[in-house]
């Protein structure tokens, strides 16, 4: 079946810093990949996404690039913000878009 | 505005007691889902209806009913049979069509605790 590892956090960072979150999957065919943000007691934001091979996802400085020879997807930002600090979930779709697989989520702490 | 909305925020119920978590959507879409997160755990789908009149289980439905008599709505029961049902509890939506590929849009969630 479907799946997605991310890397453990909770990452700790400074202002300013660039973030990388891992993100890779197992899937069959050909799936969408998602990152979804989650701020304290609320429910989850879309953040980007790719749906096809070598797509880009990008919005608000994060950028992931769908790499399907490595199964991989991940999140990157070149300056993190404190505003940043939040729980970052990476998603695929299965073949027939009807259900989204979650990883376990990484959360992001941003230090001034 | 069009969205999803959870109803109560934080809901308090007695062991062995049923209860009914609100989820209504004006996104107009065909398909709507319930989901159990807790600390670590990252997200895990209980139910799921793609139309109105049916649904699925997800990957740990027991203990939880659901129903959809309108697509607007679909409400959750969390059963006393559910070993362990404080949680937070996120319902979604999505459209069928192909432009959104899967793409879900989430509630802000209700945080139930069972005393």
């Known amino acids: 079946g479907n799946s997605v590892t991310q890397m453990e956090g909770p990452v700790t960072l400074s202002e300013e810093a660039f973030l990388t979150i891992n993100c890779t999957y197992t899937a069959t065919g050909y799936p969408s990949l998602f990152w979804y943000v989650q701020y304290p007691g609320e429910g989850l934001q879309l953040l980007l996404k790719?749906?096809?091979?070598?797509d880009k996802g990008s919005n608000k400085g994060f950028e992931a690039t769908y790499r399907k020879e490595t199964t991989s997807f991940h999140l990157e930002k070149g300056s993190v913000q404190v505003s940043d600090s939040a729980v970052y979930f990476c998603a695929l779709s299965d073949p027939g878009y009807s259900t989204l697989t979650f990883g376990k989520g990484t959360m992001l702490l941003v230090s001034p | 505005d069009g969205g999803i909305t959870q109803s109560p925020k934080y809901l308090f119920r007695k062991e062995g007691q049923n209860v009914t978590l609100s989820c209504e959507q004006n996104l107009n879409h065909d398909a709507m889902y319930w989901y159990r997160q807790d600390p670590g755990q990252g997200l895990r789908l209980i139910y799921y209806s793609q139309i109105v009149n049916d649904f699925q289980k997800g990957d740990i439905a027991e203990g939880y009913s659901v129903s959809r008599e309108k697509k607007e709505s679909f409400p959750l029961t969390v059963t006393s049979a559910q070993k362990n049902p404080t949680a937070f509890y996120l319902c979604a939506s999505s459209s069928r069509g192909l432009a959104h590929q899967g793409e879900q849009f989430f509630g802000p969630g209700t945080r139930l605790t069972v005393l």
């Open positions: 790719a749906t096809k091979a070598d």
